[in-house]
């Protein structure tokens, strides 16, 4: 206990806590930015608001832990759970357990609340915390994978990387249509209604994993123009058939393509081709050498991104260790498709880091 007194954990209060809880942020991380600001992580959107909790010392905010409330589709069921974000302790009160006690009033927030499930990303030492005091179980490994796009660009960059030299910045280019005709990909709005009636269909191959319709996009994309996301769209037929969002960001030296999210309908390879080259194409013309994604559960997407070449990375290469939890309540407590993770459909978009 420091001279200000003990601590008292709360529920975040939005009439007095923003202000406090961004200096906090300042204090932990610096300047919040783009995707990073507090306002943009906890925004409301389609599953309502966002549940969090804070450590409060003497009327300042010293620790802070909150969840993105989010739907999910769980086995065949659609539940609400949240992907916890923004967890921070002020540097002067670390070692005190206020990183677990918060964590702790948040979680039993979110039982009460009828909350499925907690879910997220995590560094090394969060991710212990996360997994023996908080009861999450590990989700491992992580799925990244990578497709090189120009193989002598890519060593090129990665040779000025490793003596110093700063990624270039991506170049600007427009989104161009892609495919054969009967599958076309064209670019789209974030947020295309048609999106609903993708994900009706491709949602029979996602056994875990956040809904992913047009609320979502317009929450998740439509939201942020600073970040220069990309969406394209196939429709075959009478149906859309799959959905792709990019971004380009420098990355160890490289112009990287992130693969936020790729939706297809079950067996329509084709039409997953096309969205995936568009995407591809649009990097390489923004001067990207490389393309990556999290690679989704089993399903027709994740065949999509086997044949067109993009591989598993083993975890011991990758140039920062991501780790993922999970922890169930009420029914699911313990599920074991939860801990599973070929049940997990993850992409980028799932992250607060692209």
Request: with cysteine; hydrophobic share 45%.
């Amino acid at each position: 206990m420091s001279a200000g007194g003990a601590e008292r954990i709360r529920d975040f209060e939005l009439a007095r806590d923003p202000a406090e809880t961004e200096a906090l942020w300042a204090r932990c991380f610096g300047e919040a930015r783009g995707g990073q600001s507090l306002a943009w992580l906890f925004r409301e959107g389609p599953a309502g608001a966002c549940p969090r909790s804070v450590a409060e010392q003497a009327g300042r905010v010293v620790a802070h832990a909150g969840v993105a409330a989010l739907r999910f589709r769980v086995e065949g069921e659609e539940v609400i759970g949240g992907y916890s974000v923004g967890a921070m302790t002020d540097p002067r009160h670390q070692g005190r357990g206020l990183f677990v006690r918060t964590a702790e009033h948040l979680y039993a927030r979110l039982e009460r609340e009828g909350f499925g499930l907690v879910a997220g990303f995590s560094n090394a030492n969060s991710h212990h915390l996360h997994t023996t005091r908080l009861g999450r179980t590990a989700v491992r490994p992580f799925p990244w994978c990578v497709h090189v796009l120009r193989p002598v660009a890519a060593g090129a960059a990665l040779l000025r990387g490793l003596a110093g030299g700063a990624s270039p910045a991506p170049s600007v280019a427009p989104p161009a249509e892609h495919g054969p005709p009967g599958a076309r990909a064209r670019p789209a709005a974030p947020d295309d209604p048609r999106l609903d009636a993708l994900w009706s269909s491709a949602r029979r191959e996602i056994k875990v994993g956040a809904v992913r319709d047009a609320a979502y996009a317009r929450w998740r994309y439509a939201s942020r123009p600073d970040a220069g996301y990309q969406a394209w769209l196939v429709q075959t037929a009478d149906a859309p058939s799959a959905w792709a969002v990019g971004r380009v960001l420098p990355l160890r030296g490289l112009v990287a393509g992130f693969l936020l999210d790729l939706l297809v309908a079950p067996g329509e390879e084709p039409a997953g081709r096309a969205a995936l080259g568009a995407f591809e194409a649009w990097v390489r013309a923004r001067g990207g050498q490389v393309a990556n994604a999290l690679r989704p559960s089993p399903g027709t997407a994740r065949r999509v991104l086997a044949r067109a070449g993009y591989l598993r990375v083993p975890e011991r290469l990758h140039p920062q260790v991501i780790r993922f939890s999970v922890r169930g309540f009420g029914a699911l407590s313990g599920r074991p498709a939860l801990a599973d993770p070929e049940a997990w459909w993850l992409s980028w978009g799932d992250t607060d880091v692209v």
